[in-house]
């Protein structure tokens, strides 16, 4: 069954963009926008263009291409390449598409880097804590160490030659929830890119990319929703970011979850646990590209936000600001570079 949720984890504050003053030509360009629900989530298409007619011409290529990555790595879709690594796991190697490949070679570099907080062979895991939410208990310890032992990035076998994926183990199964939809923005901004505009900004739910910035704007505000509210969907933080050529993703444990007894689990395991993560309320993620700023939100909320502000110290270009729960209240650790992207929008600017 497709999972719904429409969503949006980061709303765009303003877009507007932030506050410059214009170069000459940029203001002829038409503001077009277009929504769209792929990949169970919200889709929103913002895009400056020399006309109507060519801003919508850009943005149906850019769903068309979203529509080719979701029908190539959604585990919902029977007929997905995902789908047919899942059901052959434990067999030969499978053949897969430039999609699926890119997908999985960047998981496995992130799964490296981060010693396996994040793994895309999660799904036997994802499995039996929805099964067990459902009921309001944790799995069964016998169940937890089975789903466990399937849980393995580092027994993938990706082979270049040919493009071979190969699950080694009968029940292993892919899921790519944490990765995909920030792949398919990156790809969405490339079917932009390859229409001729400069200035867009593209929303998957929380997972965005901004390219340019608007007629005589510096960059994309862009809001990010105040965790602490998760009932109100359009609180957001008084500090918005303006980025211009980055992605931002964000993960929160209000967005999906499960309750037992009362407590709130996210919809993030720790693989190496094959529990959920307790008390990150969410994490937002500056990135080059919208691939690897979703793939390090959901891999820094495992990590906790001492471990991920050190993690983005260590890679120029990625920021990081994590909201915690302790004892009632909500507490954001950011790395240096977060807070020089953080403005304070003014009515009116
Ligand atoms: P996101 O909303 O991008 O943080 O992705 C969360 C989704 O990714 C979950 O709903 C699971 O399907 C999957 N997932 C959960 N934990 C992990 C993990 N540690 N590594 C990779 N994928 C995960
Ligand atoms: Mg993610």
Partial sequence: MRRVVIQLAVLVASLLGCARSAPAGESRLVRVFDACTPMGTYMAVTVYAPDEPSGRQAIAAAFARVEEVEAATSHYRETSEISKLNRGAGGPALPVGPHVWAVLRRSAEVSAETD??????????????KKTWKKGKAPADADLAAARALVDFRSVALTQEGRRVQLPKPGMQFDLGAIA?????????????????????????????????????????????????????????????????????????????????????SHILDPRTGRPVLGVASVTVVAPDATSADAYATAMSVLGPEASVAFAEKRPGIEVMAICERGGQFVATRSKGFERLEVTPTAGR
């Fill in 181 to 265: 939809k920030g792949y398919a923005v990156d790809q969405a901004v490339a079917a932009l890119r390859e229409r001729g505009i400069q200035a867009a900004l593209v929303d998957a739910g929380g997972d965005m990319y901004a390219m340019g910035a608007p007629p005589e704007r510096k960059g994309w505000f862009i809001g990010i929703r105040d965790p602490s509210q998760p009932d109100e969907k359009d609180r957001i933080l008084s500090r918005a970011l303006c980025i211009r050529d980055q992605a931002v993703a964000t993960s929160g444990d209000y967005e999906q979850f499960g309750v037992i007894e009362g407590r709130r689990y």
């Fill in 116 to 129: 396996g907080a994040f793994d895309v062979t999660v799904g036997p895991l994802v499995a039996l804590w």
